[in-house]
């Protein structure tokens, strides 16, 4: 018998190679909104939502200076940040846009709502909210039916805080 993972387990952080640490810095604290909470030095900072000590870790420790992986490469496809409901995802994505980032798609995909993007650094990123349970598509059996369809990013800002 194969090990489960407990199911309170969660993702508590990312940690991200960057090339120029102020650049990340500034992306994550001012598009995205996240609080910085300590530097070291000029190569690492850490930053959160919330006060918890990270949810974002940046460093130059391997990066510093360098370009994104090559498309055909392996590495993180995107970090997923979750957003409690729609007007906190709609203030971000406003920000997003505000910053003149560009948008590479958004989906509804039926038990949450998704837009992706890029950082500075070619990371990519994936802001959503997810449906309440009892609103998640199912079949006959109870199947979570997730789909990729259109998703109305104008209604989604006109929501914004």
């Not at 090990?3 to 969660?10: D, I, L, V």
């Not at 500034?26 to 000029?42: C, H, I, K, N, S």
């Not at 409690?84 to 971000?92: E, F, N, Q």
């Not at 039926?110 to 990371?123: L, R, W």
């Amino acid at each position: 018998m194969s090990h489960k993972t407990h199911p309170q387990t969660s993702i508590g952080h990312v940690h991200l190679k960057v090339s120029n640490l102020d650049r990340a810095i500034a992306f994550y604290r001012d598009v995205m909104g996240f609080e910085l909470q300590v530097t070291y030095g000029t190569q690492a900072a850490f930053l959160s939502a919330g006060g918890y000590h990270h949810h974002i870790g940046l460093n130059t420790w391997d990066s510093r200076g360098g370009t994104p992986p090559a498309p055909g490469t392996t590495g993180l496809y995107h970090v997923a940040f979750l957003y409690p409901d729609r007007a906190a995802l709609a203030a971000t994505f406003k920000s997003v846009l505000n910053a003149g980032v560009h948008i590479s798609g958004a989906a509804d995909h039926g038990v949450s709502e998704a837009i992706y993007f890029n950082d500075p650094d070619g990371n990519g990123i994936e802001i959503y909210r997810d449906r309440p349970q009892e609103e998640w598509p199912r079949d006959a059996s109870g199947t979570i039916k997730m789909s990729n369809t259109s998703f109305d990013l104008d209604a989604l800002l006109a929501e914004a805080l």
